[in-house]
Each structure stands twice: as C-alpha cells, then as structure tokens.
C-alpha cells in the first residue's frame, strides 16, 4: 500500500478522532485526511495547519459536505456519543467505510439500525474499542485461544478512575450529565471493559446481568464543611486545602488532561495565558464549579455481574475518583489463570504444578512497549493498523472490532444499566 492511498473525511475533530487520524497520517503512512467537519473553528484551522486540509475542505456542518457525494474511502467519525446516529447514518448510505468512535449509540434500536445500513451498503463499519489492540490485551486473547488456561470460568476486571480524570471528564466535564451526553457512565467509560468480557470469552455469549451502584458520594452532601460553588470566588483557601477536587492543583499546577477543560474558552489549549484560565474557572467555565455542586447526574460507583450461556460468570466494578487509576484483569480458567494490571503493562499466566501441587507462572512485560505503540497501552496504533488493513481487503486481526462483533458488548451495558434501575435481574435476550 502506498503511502497516504486510504483517503479520509474527520468528522467530529476532536481530541480522538486526530489521534486516530495522526496514527495513520503520521505513524502508518497510509492515510491522507481530504475533509474535516466540526462545528469549532479552532478545530478545523487545527486540521488545515496539521494536516493539510484545504480551507475549501473544512466545513461546521456535514450537509455541505454530503451534498459532493461519496469523496473518499472512508470516515473517521469522532463526535460525541449523541451525535453518532445522526452523522453515521448519512455517510454510511453514501458508501463510506467508518471507523466510529465507541459508543456507538445509547440504545438497542439505533444500533441494529446502524448495524443494519452498513450492511446494505456494503461499509465496513469498525467500532474504536481500542483495548482489544493493545499488546498486553491481545496476549491475554492469544493465551485463552493457544488452550493455556482451558476453558474460562470466571472473570473479573475494575476500572479505576483517577481523581483527575473523574474531574475533567466526568463530574465536571461534557460527560457528567447523562442528559446532555447521551451516555451513562456505564456506556461512556466501560463499554471498553464489558466489550472485553464479550471479546474473551466470545466461544459463549452472555445470560442474565445484574448491576448496583449510584451517585452516592460525589454529592452536594457530601461537599466539604464550608464550600462554596466555585473554588476561585467563594470557597476559602482553608476549605480547599482538604479539597481533593480543588481547581488549583488539579487545573492550575498539574493539568493532566488540558484539552478538556479549557474548551470552552474558544481557544485551544496551548493558546490560553494563565490568566485566562483563572478568569474563566472564576466566572463561566464548568470546571470552576465545586465538584460535589456541580450538578452531574451519572453514577459514581458501579458494578456489573454477568452469567453466560455456558454458565461461565464475569464482574466488572467501576469506581471514580480512585488515587491509583487504572484498569486490572484476572481470568480463571478450567486449567489455570491469568491476571494483570493494564497500566503496570505486567501480565502473569499461572498453571498448576503437579511437582509440587502449586502453580508454575509466566511473567510477560509490555511496560517497554508502551512508549513506542501509543495511546491506550498502544491500542490506538494497532486500531488503525487493523482498520487501514481491512480497507486494504488483508485479513484482519483477532483484535478486530466489526459491528457484529460489537453488538453483544453494547447490548450487555444497556442490560446492566437498566438492571440497576430496576433493580433486578436481566435477561440478556428479551
């Protein structure tokens, strides 16, 4: 394939779509982005200086766009989680191949509908659950298909989410309000982790879900003895100081994430003085409002237990606001077991010993492999490695995420979610 032969409209640019573009702009070589849509300016002067869209190319809206006709091969759709029906659909009926960002819809309907045109019109329609690319994900596939473990029995896994992130993406941010964002908690953060559970364990498909959790403790109750609504204006520095969420050493002193919250300021991030963050978290920027105030509605705390057809069982537990964020895996299996921590890139495959009736255990490090494969453990690289493969008609991976493929884990999170509101259990197939 010759360098830059896939040609590209982003819709939707930012923070993951331009990451998935310059993985195969930049590191692959294979991709050329024609056409960008977003409703930000900022954003699309980003991608003329970036990667060379042409002015004429650049449009707020996608109609202008779609009324050319089909202008390339494919889509990277990267807008937000309520936006995606509504900007798939018309791409797909033209014919683009898409690479949609997860999730793909908040309901059932809407996504068999999708699944349904893409079908029809012959697209290539892959779903950016991008853990299953990462190495340290793929060789725990690898090891479950070779036999090692036998069959699975038993599964856990838990999202812990950083203070830091939980902030900016989820009690302050553009997702802390289901309402606003489409999606629960559930859908938005861990449709990652149940998608795993559907990936590894895929010889079966899931049973009956139960679910419990609740926004319980990041609440106005909750907020520290004396705050006030906004760090910087009425909240006295004795209060902040026993903050965890204050504004000044999470926003100011040590932004991890500084794409998200300074959006709103009209500029991009690296543009904005100090200044200018000061006064827009004293006056107009969300981030500014003390967390327990701020008036999320998503859950703070959930945990998931699944039975599969073959009688196999699995539990995911999420947690924000956690002091060591990161995500951790332990498989147990009819011949031995395998358990790891994502973010320490360590992974151990354990098996009996009949020597000494113990175990025998292999130690697999993917911690140096992190910095060279990218994002998310270095599942952004190989998402796109896949996605620019299968357009190229070679046989995808075993990471790949095909709409078919992406249905069950969908489905599982709208099970979970609605057996925790009722409070009951759930039948996977109604």
Request: hydrophobic residues 35%.
């Amino acid at each position: 394939m010759k360098i830059g032969a896939i040609t590209a409209v982003v819709v939707g640019c930012g923070d993951r779509a331009c990451v998935y573009a310059e993985e195969g702009v930049f590191s692959l070589k294979k991709i050329k982005v024609v056409a960008a849509v977003d409703p930000d300016e900022n954003r699309l002067k980003y991608m003329r200086e970036h990667f060379g869209v042409p002015a004429k190319m650049c449009f707020t809206g996608q109609d202008e766009l779609l009324a050319m006709g089909k202008i390339a091969d494919c889509v990277i759709n990267g807008t937000m989680d309520q936006y995606h029906k509504q900007t798939a659909i018309p791409f797909l009926e033209q014919g683009y191949h898409m690479l949609l960002e997860k999730p793909i819809v908040n309901n059932e309907a809407d996504l068999m509908e999708i699944k349904r045109i893409a079908d029809e019109h012959g697209c290539i329609l892959m779903t950016c659950h991008v853990l299953r690319f990462a190495p340290f994900y793929r060789k725990i596939k690898e090891t479950i298909l070779a036999g090692a473990i036998g069959k699975p029995i038993s599964i856990q896994t838990s999202e812990r989410v950083g203070y830091a992130h939980s902030s900016m993406s989820y009690i302050r941010g553009k997702w802390r309000k289901e309402s606003e964002c489409g999606s629960s908690l559930l859908l938005a953060k861990c449709c990652h982790d149940l998608d795993l559970l559907c990936w590894l364990n895929n010889s079966t498909v899931p049973d009956e879900v139960s679910s419990f959790g609740g926004r319980d403790f990041i609440t106005p109750e909750n907020a520290p003895d004396g705050a006030g609504t906004r760090c910087l204006t009425d909240c006295s520095e004795e209060v902040r100081r026993n903050c965890i969420f204050d504004v000044t050493p999470m926003y100011l002193n040590n932004c991890l994430l500084p794409w998200y919250p300074w959006q709103c300021t009209g500029k991009d991030y690296r543009e904005i003085s100090d200044e200018e963050k000061i006064d827009s978290l004293k006056t107009y920027n969300p981030h500014g409002v003390c967390a327990f105030k701020a008036g999320g509605d998503i859950v703070d705390h959930q945990v998931v237990s699944i039975k599969f057809a073959n009688s196999s069982t699995a539990v995911h537990t999420m947690v924000l606001g956690c002091a060591k964020p990161g995500r951790s895996i332990w498989i147990s299996g009819t011949r031995g077991e395998i358990e790891g921590r994502a973010d320490d890139g360590i992974l151990f495959l354990r098996n009996y010993d009949r020597k000494t009736s113990a175990y025998t255990e292999q130690k697999f490090d993917f911690c140096e492999l992190y910095g060279e494969t990218g994002g998310h453990f270095g599942g952004d690289k190989g998402l796109m490695a896949d996605f620019c493969d299968v357009l190229a008609g070679k046989t995808p991976s075993v990471s790949y995420t095909s709409i078919e493929d992406s249905i069950n884990g969908h489905v599982l999170v709208y099970r979970a979610d609605e057996a925790m509101q009722k409070g009951t259990v759930v039948k996977f197939v109604e």
